[in-house]
């Protein structure tokens, strides 16, 4: 129905930058109604959810055989406000298929026939892509607070506050996730005809630094290991979608010759 609406808002199949904005919005709210019916499921298994957060802490509080770690909530109203993010993280996780799609819709909607199953398979890519992203980062999370907690002195105790605590484990994860669409991302500016393959390939240079240091921005660790296991699936995921963009490259190409020598020689070329 979007594609439908952007070929009769006017003769020449363009929308209006109210079109635009008009579909931005209702995108946005099929997005975030999602979210919020997933945030629901968060609300009732809270519990759950901050037992297996906060699980860390309590095995290193195990080690040091006392209460080496115990959160503070600060303020009448944290407790709550707690409640009701951690509630919408999950929400996110759990609404990732609407949203993405709503993404993918919204970014590249003029794709003919055959480019419209390819990014049918690739948003249905992205879904899984960024359920293990967030897996990962559940297996790296430990590591990363025991790291960041060692610094304490020995026979000392640690009382962060339970809303930046939660708010690094959430972001945390959320990162992992958004970082393994990087892919996904790249394969539709290149169905899109915004970035060939053989110009992602060239760059690929460019593109390491850039992951390590989104790695290493992304795990606030001092241990190489926690960013490694950020950084080496986006970097095989990248050279991943640069394979692909280069075979449809290829494919497109091709059918573009074939559509040419079939026009005959008394009318206009697609090219």
């Not at 990962?136 to 640690?158: C, H, I, Q, Y």
């Not at 992951?211 to 001092?222: D, G, K, N, Y």
Request: charged share 20%.
């Amino acid at each position: 129905m979007a594609l439908l609406r952007r070929k009769n808002a006017n003769p020449e199949g363009r929308m209006s930058l109210g079109d635009h904005f008009r579909e931005f919005r209702n995108r946005a709210l099929i997005a975030a109604l999602a979210i919020a019916v997933g945030a629901v499921l968060g609300w009732v298994i809270y519990d759950q959810l901050v037992k297996f957060l906060t699980e860390p802490l309590v095995e290193l509080s195990k080690e040091r055989n006392s209460e080496f770690v115990r959160l503070n909530y600060a303020g009448i109203t944290s407790a709550f406000t707690l409640h009701l993010k951690i509630a919408m993280w999950l929400g996110v996780i759990v609404s990732s298929p609407v949203w993405l799609w709503q993404i993918w819709a919204f970014l590249v909607p003029g794709l003919t026939k055959k480019e419209k199953k390819v990014a049918r398979l690739f948003v249905a890519a992205a879904v899984p892509l960024f359920l293990i992203g967030c897996y990962l980062a559940t297996w790296a999370l430990p590591k990363a607070v025991e790291v960041l907690l060692g610094f304490t002195p020995e026979d000392s105790a640690n009382l962060p506050n339970a809303g930046e605590y939660f708010t690094f484990c959430t972001r945390f994860i959320l990162a992992f996730g958004l970082a393994f669409l990087l892919p996904v991302f790249l394969v539709g500016l290149n169905s899109a005809r915004i970035l060939p393959g053989r110009i992602m390939l060239k760059g690929w240079r460019v593109a390491i630094i850039a992951i390590f240091v989104f790695a290493a921005m992304m795990t606030p660790t001092p241990d190489a290991w926690t960013m490694l296991a950020l950084a080496l699936p986006m970097v095989g995921l990248y050279y991943l979608a640069c394979g692909f963009s280069i075979l449809m490259d290829k494919r497109r190409a091709s059918r573009d010759r074939a559509d040419w020598m079939d026009v005959p020689d008394d009318q206009a070329s697609p090219l």
